[in-house]
Nanobody
Framework: QVQLVESGGGLVQAGGSLRLSCAAS????????MGWFRQAPGKEREFVAC????????SYADSVKGRFTVSRDTAKNTVYLQMDSLKLEDTAVYYC??????????WGQGTQVTVSS
């Protein structure tokens, strides 16, 4: 079993920055990847970014490429999402998820990010 706890959300003006954290506990071996997803009101949850645990390689949604950076601290079992140049359309609940190699099997409770004009 894996527990994920996100933090770092909040209210920020457009153009500003926020850094989200996601601390994982429980099963810490054989971690394949961790991802960030978001869900805006009235929309489906969408992929934002992910990082592969073994080599730190990353993948991003086109909508955030060049503005968001995902990173990890393997010693702390923590993944981060640095969000810069935030736009109104980035407003959403952000979730981190643990990928077992087969699927994103574990999810955090989510943290709200609100971007204001």
């Amino acid at each position: 079993q894996v527990q994920l706890v996100e933090s770092g959300g909040g209210l920020v003006q457009a153009g500003g920055s926020l850094r989200l954290s996601c601390a994982a506990s429980g099963r810490t071996f054989r971690r394949y990847a961790m991802g960030w997803f978001r869900q805006a009101p009235g929309k489906e949850r969408e992929f934002v970014a992910c990082i592969y645990w073994s080599d730190g390689s990353t993948s991003y949604a086109d909508s955030v490429k060049g503005r968001f950076t995902v990173s990890r601290d393997t010693a702390k079992n923590t993944v981060y999402l640095q969000m810069d140049s935030l736009k109104l359309e980035d407003t959403a609940v952000y979730y981190c998820a643990d990928h077992t190699g087969t699927e994103y099997a574990y999810w955090g409770q989510g943290t709200q990010v609100t971007v204001s004009s």
